[in-house]
């Protein structure tokens, strides 16, 4: 089993930055895809961003793609999202997550195994 915790979420005005992070325990994340996303109330969960387990290939949503960088440090068994250019619409609370078994649909939510807690993104406008 997997534990994961997000962390780095807060309250930013619209223009601004945060950096997310995600820390396992009881397993390292190194051999594993992992995958961010997002859920704004009465709003189902969206993709937001993925990488490999090598690192070698990184997806990202068309909302999101040119403001948000996601990366990985698998000496730290911590994967990152940072946040640049924020907008009142990126207001949700944000999940990490991991595909122990390395699938090939990681903008699909159901090909995660194990989920974090979330932390809360609110941008004001």
């Known amino acids: 089993q997997v534990q994961l915790g997000e962390s780095g979420g807060g309250v930013v005005q619209a223009g601004g930055s945060l950096r997310l992070s995600c820390a396992a325990s009881r397993r390292t994340l190194r051999n594993y895809a992992m995958g961010w996303f997002r859920q704004a109330p009465g709003k189902e969960r969206e993709f937001v961003a993925a990488?490999?387990?090598?690192?070698?290939?990184?997806y990202y949503a068309d909302s999101v793609k040119g403001r948000f960088t996601i990366s990985r440090d698998n000496a730290k068994n911590t994967v990152y999202l940072q946040m640049d250019t924020l907008k009142p619409e990126d207001t949700a609370a944000y999940y990490c997550?991991?595909?122990?078994?390395?699938?090939?649909?990681?903008?699909?939510?159901?090909?995660?195994?194990?989920w974090g807690q979330g932390t809360q993104v609110t941008v004001s406008s």
């Open positions: 990488i490999t387990w090598s690192g070698s290939t990184i």
């Open positions: 997550a991991v595909d122990i078994h390395n699938g090939v649909q990681l903008r699909n939510p159901y090909a995660y195994d194990y």
